[in-house]
């Protein structure tokens, strides 16, 4: 029912900023909770951020918090990832995913995510 395509990743250096997009497809992206996790390689994809119907409605992980964000908006179809003061630690390739809710609640775990982009590469220089 929705298909998702992450865009604005690519080579920064460290310190820099990047903001990631989740475009999606489909009419019901309002009752989505959408979530952003990375994979580094040789590591396990992990948890990064989610929101749920409003954007006061958020989780981040402990290493991302204080430099990320995420945020939607449902006119454009459109989740995002803004990544401030980025370190070589951050490279990974960044995903993006949704889940219809009925209760708004974040999901922060990826099992529970029922649809995933391709990925977005970023890569982060000393």
């Known amino acids: 029912q929705v298909q998702l395509v992450e865009s604005g990743g690519g080579l920064v250096q460290a310190g820099g900023s990047l903001r990631l997009s989740c475009a999606a497809s489909?009419?019901?992206?309002?009752?989505?909770?959408m979530g952003w996790f990375r994979q580094a390689p040789g590591k396990e994809r992990e948890f990064v951020a989610a929101?749920?119907?409003?954007?006061?409605?958020?989780d981040y992980s402990n290493s991302v918090k204080g430099r990320f964000t995420i945020s939607r908006d449902n006119a454009k179809n459109t989740a995002y990832l803004q990544i401030n003061w980025l370190s070589p630690e951050d490279t990974a390739v960044y995903y993006c995913?949704?889940?219809?809710?009925?209760?708004?609640?974040?999901?922060?775990?990826?099992?529970?995510?029922?649809?995933w982009g391709q990925g977005t590469q970023v890569t982060v220089s000393s």
């Open positions: 995913a949704a889940k219809v809710t009925v209760t708004g609640a974040v999901i922060s775990r990826a099992s529970d995510y029922s649809h």
């Open positions: 929101i749920g119907w409003s954007s006061g409605n958020t």
């Open positions: 489909g009419r019901t992206f309002g009752n989505y909770g």
